[in-house]
């Protein structure tokens, strides 16, 4: 049976200030909390690894994009800086992203929210070569932007459709074309998929940037669903498809257009037309392209390969489970094109398996009472699998290696509580955040080996400040409920009395995927 962990949130609200025994806390007041900042932890945001593997790169004051040496942590050059074209940008960049040879960067600029994880911008490409900045499109917002794997394209969505914007022939062309708000999506998920599913981007480039695999909804026979959005003055209606549990879902279609003959092929999913497709992904053959389809009750999972130049397919996997089955994005396609790692429950604990591209041979790698909680990467120079598990406590995550026999495993990291990792690209090194219920994060700079070799943030001074104000400790149990053993924690006040009644404040949120 799978691990419950259900942490039973017991937060006295009284614990705000109090008395202290010793002496007297600082009060806490709500512009502590909203405003000032008083208990902000420092953190390290932005960090994206370069090919290399050897330098990040991160985004300061939304103007400039710093190359900086893993090692040292010292600047080693400033990429863009957008004090020399900030008439063109007219507003900030607020994300980017860089070509696979680190010759141009992608810039997104003037975001406008959608959704949750949704946005429409203004995106502009940088030569860094020819310090020059052009615009992607002069016809209107985009979306979802990205470039092609030689670099010399970038596809994007606007008003429901997709296009390539040729850099070199500064040429703008549309590959869909019916595409209409509240009806077709292409290259984009509808609201369920992006809450639920959790992505926002429904197209991928193949390996060599001949074909691009897309989403296409129909959410035409979805019914809608009203509400005001309250801006400064009046509130608007807003209107959107939004199928409750039972009603039409949208119908979903993968398509594949190749670049080459200007054609599309619609992919062969089956038969049943009230399913999800809850992620596509590239193999590392060109011309090869999986699905996952899940049935409506979300308790049987197929892995299909698709024939990128005709749609044909084929299913190479099928998983059942009982209840449910979780979709992640614990996928990866090895370079031998003979395999992949998954991720799959259906041991009762979450493991990574090593499964053929046929279907026909399936190696489990960890093993064990836990759950392996993140896929982090492999590397294919060293044969290693990089994952984050609860093998200590469902209360606890470290940070591991494994061999792809599962034979010889190590434990990255050393101190207790939750470690998180981001790893460069060749896994060289790792950045690990680690905090705990009682103290903020203390982050540093890891070798693959564990090794620490340089602090980053320590957050000493947040630490002196929740002292000053006397914050109490969470405390841990266990209890049981209907046969099992399960965690918990409370926090009381500082001045707790064993004789007194209290209130209590109790939050529970038990849905899939989220441990409270």
Known sequence: MKILSLFVSLAIVCTLSHFSKSQETKKIELDDIY?????????????????????????????????????????????????????????????????????????????????????????????????????????????????????????????????????????????????????????APDWVYE???????GYEWSPNGTYIAYYKFDESKVKQYNMPIYGKLYPELYEYKYPKAGEDNSTVSIHVYDLRSKGTHIVNTGLEEDIYI?????????????ILRLNRLQNKLDILFADASTGASKTVYTEENEYYIDITDNWYFL??????????????????????????????????KWDVTA??????????????????????????SIDTKGSTKTKLTKKDGTNEAAFSKSFKYFINYNSSANTPYFITLNDNSGKVIRELKTNKKTIETFK??????KEFFTFKSEGYELNGWIIKPLNFDNNKKYHVFMYVYGSPGSQT
């Open 35 to 187: 405003k000032k900042g008083t208990f902000r932890q420092e953190y390290v945001f932005g960090i994206r690894s370069m090919e290399d593997g050897d330098h990040y790169t991160t985004l300061e004051a939304g103007n400039y994009i710093v190359k900086y040496s893993y090692i040292t942590g010292d600047i080693v050059d400033t990429i863009f800086s957008g004090k020399k074209v900030n008439s063109k940008l007219h507003s900030k960049i607020e994300d980017y992203e860089f070509n696979s040879d680190e010759s141009k960067i992608l810039l997104a600029t003037d975001i406008e929210h959608i959704y949750r994880h949704s946005f429409k911008a203004q995106y502009f490409v940088y030569d860094i070569k020819e310090d020059k900045l052009v615009a992607l499109s002069e016809n209107g917002k985009q979306q979802l932007a990205s470039f092609s794997p030689s670099g010399n394209k970038v596809a994007f969505v606007r008003e429901n459709n997709i296009f390539i914007k040729y850099l070199q022939e500064d040429k703008e062309s549309q590959i869909t074309i019916n595409g209409k708000i509240n009806e077709i999506i292409n290259g």
């Open 468 to 473: 000053e104000y006397g914050f109490a400790k």
């Open 335 to 368: 370079d031998n094109k003979k395999s992949f790692l998954f991720t799959s429950e259906k041991s009762g604990y979450n493991h990574i398996y090593e499964i053929s591209t046929d279907g026909k041979n399936v190696q489990q790698i960890t093993h064990g």
């Open 375 to 400: 896929l982090l990467g492999y590397s294919e120079k060293d044969k290693t699998i990089y994952y984050e598990s609860a093998e200590e406590s469902p209360m606890r995550r470290h940070i591991y």
């Open 278 to 290: 809850p992620r596509i992904k590239w193999t590392k053959d060109n011309e090869t392209l999986a």
């Open 195 to 201: 809450e639920e599913f959790g992505f926002s981007k």
